[in-house]
Each structure stands twice: as structure tokens, then as C-alpha cells.
């Protein structure tokens, strides 16, 4: 995410830019055009980064679905296999949101296993967990079916409170077997 700091650098530098250019053009001038360019080498660290990371919710649309079973210590990421998108670095979702039910891993599709180290907890956001797709997609090599016709990731809860730092008893009943709620 850009800071206002930098995306008023940013404007200012391509006006900048292009009045150097304008003005090289017009006095046809080739000190002008190195000038030009030598500004784009200062401009470039105060652009903004294309973003790298895929951020994801259990939404009403369906295409995620979140489950979890305390009883098989397992968590699916149930989605359409055009919904991840495999040329970004991680896969981010929260986990405040996630609701402890039974787990089930579908027969049509491919299931992929998610390990330890896939996972990594998000640097600013508290209560988002990433996958790390580089890895999965590697290891899926392997696979006669393509990785990008996935339909699930299959996590290990242990794997998954590790990452989050859960304490001991973070798991709260709620009114029933099936809805109790993980809390970050």
C-alpha cells in the first residue's frame, strides 16, 4: 500500500518527467532527455509495488468456503479452481472468522495439502494466516492433474495455531458441537 507521502512523490515526479520530456522534444535536446531519464532512476523506488499477495473471505457468493473439524484437526479452503490466482507469491485469509465444524474434503476435484511451512502469519494484518503458493505449486508437480484445477486446501489446525500463536484454550464453545468459533 502506497503512503500519501509517496503517492504525491509519485504525482509529482511523472509531471516532472514529463515536462523534462516536453522540453527535450521541443528544444530537441539531449541533455535534456538524459536529465529525463536520470529522474526516472530517483522516481522508481517511490512507485507503488504491484501487488503480490491474494487476499481471500469466506463470502455468500460461495466461492470460498471455509471449514474446520476439531475432531479431525483439519481445515478446508473449498473454491472455484479459477479463484486462486497461482502467479501471485501467497494466498491470505483470516482466521478470526473461522468456524469449527466438520470437515469435509470433496471427492469431485483435487484436494492439496497445505504444510507447516506453506504458512505464514500476515506482518500487519493481526488474525491473517498466508499460504505460500511457490511451494504448493512445486510439490504439485508431481501430480497428473494441474494445480491449477485444485479445488480445495487441506490444513492442519495444529499447523494453523502455530502460526497464529493461538494459546491453549483459545477455542471457544459456542451454542453447539458444530459452531464453535477459532479465535485469533
Not at 26 to 41: G, K, Q
Not at 93 to 113: M, N, R
Amino acid at each position: 500500500m502506497m503512503s500519501r507521502t509517496n503517492f504525491w512523490i509519485g504525482i509529482a515526479g511523472t509531471v516532472i518527467f514529463i515536462v523534462l520530456l516536453g522540453l527535450a522534444v521541443n528544444n530537441e535536446s539531449p541533455t535534456l532527455v538524459y536529465a529525463a531519464s536520470l529522474f526516472l532512476v530517483f522516481l522508481v523506488p517511490f512507485l507503488p509495488d504491484i501487488p503480490s499477495n491474494q487476499y481471500i473471505k469466506p463470502d455468500r457468493d460461495h466461492r470460498f468456503t471455509f471449514t474446520a473439524s476439531a475432531e479431525d484437526g483439519l481445515m478446508t479452503i473449498t473454491f472455484d479452481p479459477k479463484a486462486i490466482y497461482w502467479n501471485k507469491s501467497r494466498l491470505y485469509f483470516p482466521v478470526e472468522d473461522l468456524y469449527l465444524q466438520k470437515t469435509v474434503i470433496s471427492g469431485s476435484g483435487t484436494p492439496i495439502s497445505v504444510l507447516a511451512y506453506d504458512l505464514v502469519a500476515h506482518p500487519r494484518k493481526k488474525g491473517w494466516v498466508g499460504i505460500q503458493l511457490k511451494p504448493i505449486k512445486e510439490r504439485s508437480s508431481a501430480l497428473p492433474v494441474p494445480v491449477t484445477e485444485a479445488t480445495q486446501f487441506v490444513v492442519r489446525l495444529e499447523d494453523l495455531a502455530a502460526v497464529v500463536r493461538l494459546k491453549r484454550g483459545s477455542i471457544s464453545s459456542g451454542a453447539g458441537a458444530s459452531s464453535k468459533q477459532m479465535q485469533a
